[in-house]
Protein backbone atom coordinates (compact mmCIF):
# COMPACT_ATOMS: atom_id res chain seq x y z
CA UNK A 1 0.00 0.00 0.00
CA UNK A 2 1.17 3.16 -0.64
CA UNK A 3 1.68 5.88 2.14
CA UNK A 4 2.35 9.82 2.42
CA UNK A 5 4.63 10.30 5.53
CA UNK A 6 4.93 14.05 6.43
CA UNK A 7 7.49 15.79 8.65
CA UNK A 8 8.23 19.45 9.45
CA UNK A 9 5.68 21.20 11.32
CA UNK A 10 5.22 22.69 14.88
CA UNK A 11 4.72 25.94 16.69
CA UNK A 12 6.92 28.64 15.81
CA UNK A 13 6.53 32.80 16.26
CA UNK A 14 5.14 35.40 13.23
CA UNK A 15 7.73 35.79 11.19
CA UNK A 16 9.78 32.53 11.56
CA UNK A 17 9.94 30.09 8.83
CA UNK A 18 8.91 26.31 8.08
CA UNK A 19 9.84 23.71 5.77
CA UNK A 20 7.02 20.55 5.45
CA UNK A 21 8.22 17.55 4.00
CA UNK A 22 6.12 14.62 2.71
CA UNK A 23 7.44 11.63 1.29
CA UNK A 24 5.65 8.77 -0.73
CA UNK A 25 6.15 5.26 -0.44
CA UNK A 26 4.93 2.00 -1.61
CA UNK A 27 3.73 -0.29 -4.20
CA UNK A 28 4.04 3.21 -6.39
CA UNK A 29 4.44 3.18 -10.45
CA UNK A 30 4.54 6.67 -11.07
CA UNK A 31 3.03 9.83 -9.00
CA UNK A 32 1.06 12.48 -11.02
CA UNK A 33 0.41 16.16 -9.29
CA UNK A 34 1.44 16.85 -5.78
CA UNK A 35 -0.04 19.33 -3.34
CA UNK A 36 0.14 20.84 0.13
CA UNK A 37 -3.65 21.76 1.73
CA UNK A 38 -4.47 23.39 4.89
CA UNK A 39 -7.60 23.48 7.52
CA UNK A 40 -8.20 25.91 9.96
CA UNK A 41 -10.12 25.81 13.00
CA UNK A 42 -13.59 26.26 11.99
CA UNK A 43 -12.67 26.54 8.29
CA UNK A 44 -13.13 24.22 5.10
CA UNK A 45 -10.18 23.01 3.86
CA UNK A 46 -8.00 24.86 0.90
CA UNK A 47 -5.76 24.23 -1.41
CA UNK A 48 -2.19 25.90 -0.67
CA UNK A 49 -0.25 24.84 -3.79
CA UNK A 50 0.11 21.97 -6.36
CA UNK A 51 3.07 21.37 -8.26
CA UNK A 52 3.13 18.46 -11.24
CA UNK A 53 5.41 15.92 -11.61
CA UNK A 54 7.04 18.38 -14.62
CA UNK A 55 7.31 21.07 -11.95
CA UNK A 56 4.80 23.17 -12.51
CA UNK A 57 3.32 25.32 -9.32
CA UNK A 58 0.24 26.75 -8.47
CA UNK A 59 0.08 28.72 -5.61
CA UNK A 60 -2.98 30.21 -3.27
CA UNK A 61 -2.64 34.09 -3.65
CA UNK A 62 -3.01 34.27 -0.11
CA UNK A 63 0.59 32.38 0.31
CA UNK A 64 1.60 33.38 -2.66
CA UNK A 65 5.55 35.32 -2.82
CA UNK A 66 6.05 33.39 1.16
CA UNK A 67 5.15 29.69 0.16
CA UNK A 68 6.56 27.83 -2.09
CA UNK A 69 6.28 24.05 -3.43
CA UNK A 70 8.80 21.94 -4.43
CA UNK A 71 9.02 18.07 -5.38
CA UNK A 72 12.15 15.57 -5.66
CA UNK A 73 10.88 12.69 -7.92
CA UNK A 74 13.59 10.60 -7.46
CA UNK A 75 12.80 10.80 -3.80
CA UNK A 76 9.12 10.56 -4.41
CA UNK A 77 8.87 14.08 -1.85
CA UNK A 78 7.12 17.12 -2.06
CA UNK A 79 8.10 19.97 0.54
CA UNK A 80 6.71 23.06 1.30
CA UNK A 81 8.84 25.51 2.26
CA UNK A 82 6.73 28.20 4.57
CA UNK A 83 8.73 31.83 5.04
CA UNK A 84 7.34 34.80 6.96
CA UNK A 85 4.76 32.83 8.45
CA UNK A 86 1.58 35.02 10.18
CA UNK A 87 -1.05 34.06 12.65
CA UNK A 88 -3.26 33.09 9.98
CA UNK A 89 -1.52 30.56 8.75
CA UNK A 90 -1.96 28.20 11.57
CA UNK A 91 -4.14 24.92 9.78
CA UNK A 92 -3.11 21.45 9.94
CA UNK A 93 -1.39 20.86 6.62
CA UNK A 94 -1.97 17.67 4.89
CA UNK A 95 0.12 16.99 1.63
CA UNK A 96 -1.76 14.80 -1.35
CA UNK A 97 -0.67 13.29 -4.27
CA UNK A 98 -2.03 11.25 -7.29
CA UNK A 99 -0.70 8.03 -7.74
CA UNK A 100 -1.15 5.33 -10.06
CA UNK A 101 -0.18 2.14 -8.11
CA UNK A 102 1.36 -1.11 -9.20
CA UNK A 103 0.15 -4.74 -8.94
CA UNK A 104 -2.72 -3.82 -9.12
CA UNK A 105 -2.63 -0.73 -11.46
CA UNK A 106 -4.84 1.79 -9.90
CA UNK A 107 -4.97 5.12 -9.67
CA UNK A 108 -6.04 7.10 -6.50
CA UNK A 109 -5.29 10.34 -4.83
CA UNK A 110 -3.49 9.43 -1.66
CA UNK A 111 -3.35 11.95 1.67
CA UNK A 112 -1.10 12.52 4.29
CA UNK A 113 -1.86 12.40 8.00
CA UNK A 114 -1.53 16.01 8.61
CA UNK A 115 0.81 18.17 10.52
CA UNK A 116 0.12 21.10 12.75
CA UNK A 117 1.38 24.47 11.88
CA UNK A 118 1.08 27.11 14.31
CA UNK A 119 1.79 30.54 14.19
CA UNK A 120 1.64 32.47 17.54
CA UNK A 121 3.71 35.06 19.69
Known amino acids: QVQLVESGGGLVQPGRSLRLSCAAS????????MGWYRQAPGKQRELVAT???????NTRDAVKGRFTISRDNAKNTVHLQLNNLKPEDTAVYYC???????????????WGQGTQVTVSS
Open 51 to 57: ITNGGRT
Open 26 to 33: GSINSIGT
Open 96 to 110: NADIITTAPIVRKIY
